[in-house]
């Protein structure tokens, strides 16, 4: 008997691809769309969709889509991202998931053909591409430490076949936006503030490391001047993220050391 599934779909201003997304999944039974009160018009095309609930609320992406899943009716749950599609060739395979109520498995890994800068990433950042995607319900939940963390989860876990499409970038300035605001709350967290950030050298180190990764040791290279590209965009992930520890640990320590030395660190700047 074929089971039913609900999608968890975090969204924030997303006007311009979440109509793409959304005609892809049709098919499913439940839509949950948690938005952080957008104001470019996301909800209203959300809510053309039949099968779509729409819900807004402020926190973390994470936390949201732990609130989707708690929303969510059906036994099987699929987390999913406004700039991704599904294939028909995942779609059919998802289905036969239903159907046999994962053959045993309690969740999914799922692989992506992962597109930058309007061009697909086959080699280098595009390499390793799987992420824990379709799980039963109360077999998977984010723990909510940061951006980019992976799903804690249980039971007995398998690999989906085909991939889908993930569009992550598609200009150099929605690449900046978005590492902005991913840097940004990292540095939020507790554990950010409560020591100084890594020194400039330690920085470097990782920048440079994680290029050596990308482009060389997984092959970015072969995909040319885009790949290229792709490798040098992630180091000032971690130029702007050690950048926003730094000045919050600062700001904390001189708060702590009472206004005049704080209003000293402010004039320095």
Same mark, same amino acid.
């Given at each position: 008997?074929?089971?039913?599934?609900?999608?968890?779909?975090?969204?924030?201003?997303?006007?311009?691809?979440?109509?793409?997304?959304? #005609?892809?999944?049709?098919?499913?039974?439940?839509?949950?769309?948690?938005?952080?009160?957008?104001?470019? /018009?996301?909800?209203?095309?959300?809510?053309?969709?039949?099968?779509?609930?729409?819900?807004?609320?402020?926190?973390?992406?994470?936390?949201?889509?732990?609130?989707?899943?708690?929303?969510?009716?059906?036994?099987?749950?699929?987390?999913?991202?406004?700039?991704?599609?599904?294939?028909?060739?995942?779609?059919?395979?998802?289905?036969?998931?239903?159907?046999?109520? /994962?053959?045993?498995?309690?969740?999914?890994?799922?692989?992506?053909?992962?597109?930058?800068?309007?061009?697909?990433?086959?080699?280098?950042? /595009?390499?390793?591409?799987?992420? #824990?995607?379709?799980?039963?319900?109360?077999?998977?939940?984010?723990?909510?430490?940061?951006?980019?963390?992976?799903?804690?989860?249980?039971?007995?876990?398998?690999?989906?076949?085909?991939?889908?499409?993930?569009?992550?970038?598609?200009?150099?300035?929605?690449?900046?936006?978005?590492?902005?605001?991913?840097?940004?709350?990292?540095?939020?967290?507790?554990?950010?503030?409560?020591?100084?950030?890594?020194?400039?050298?330690?920085?470097?180190?990782?920048?440079?490391?994680?290029?050596?990764?990308?482009?060389?040791?997984?092959?970015?290279?072969?995909?040319?001047?885009?790949?290229?590209?792709?490798?040098?965009?992630?180091?000032?992930?971690?130029?702007?993220?050690?950048?926003?520890? #730094?000045?919050?640990?600062?700001?904390?320590?001189?708060?702590?050391?009472?206004?005049?030395?704080?209003?000293?660190?402010?004039?320095?700047?």
């Amino acid at each position: 008997m074929k089971k039913h599934l609900s999608v968890i779909i975090p969204t924030y201003r997303v006007k311009k691809i979440i109509e793409s997304c959304l #005609k892809s999944l049709q098919w499913a039974d439940e839509i949950i769309i948690v938005d952080m009160f957008s104001e470019d /018009g996301t909800p209203d095309i959300c809510r053309k969709f039949s099968n779509v609930k729409v819900v807004q609320r402020h926190d973390y992406i994470f936390a949201n889509v732990n609130f989707g899943i708690d929303m969510a009716a059906s036994e099987w749950v699929m987390r999913w991202d406004s700039d991704e599609i599904m294939t028909e060739e995942l779609h059919k395979e998802i289905m036969e998931v239903l159907e046999k109520d /994962g053959y045993g498995y309690d969740g999914f890994y799922c692989k992506c053909r992962l597109f930058m800068f309007g061009k697909e990433v086959k080699r280098g950042v /595009g390499k390793y591409t799987y992420r #824990k995607q379709i799980f039963k319900k109360g077999h998977a939940r984010y723990e909510v430490r940061g951006e980019h963390e992976e799903m804690e989860s249980k039971g007995k876990w398998g690999y989906l076949k085909n991939p889908y499409l993930h569009y992550s970038y598609d200009s150099v300035s929605s690449f900046i936006r978005k590492t902005r605001y991913y840097t940004a709350i990292n540095s939020e967290e507790p554990e950010a503030t409560e020591s100084p950030a890594p020194s400039v050298y330690v920085t470097i180190y990782k920048c440079i490391r994680f290029f050596v990764l990308f482009y060389f040791q997984w092959y970015g290279f072969m995909d040319g001047w885009h790949g290229l590209l792709v490798s040098f965009f992630r180091g000032p992930y971690y130029i702007w993220q050690d950048d926003k520890m #730094k000045r919050l640990f600062k700001k904390r320590k001189y708060k702590a050391q009472g206004p005049e030395k704080h209003y000293k660190a402010v004039l320095e700047k």
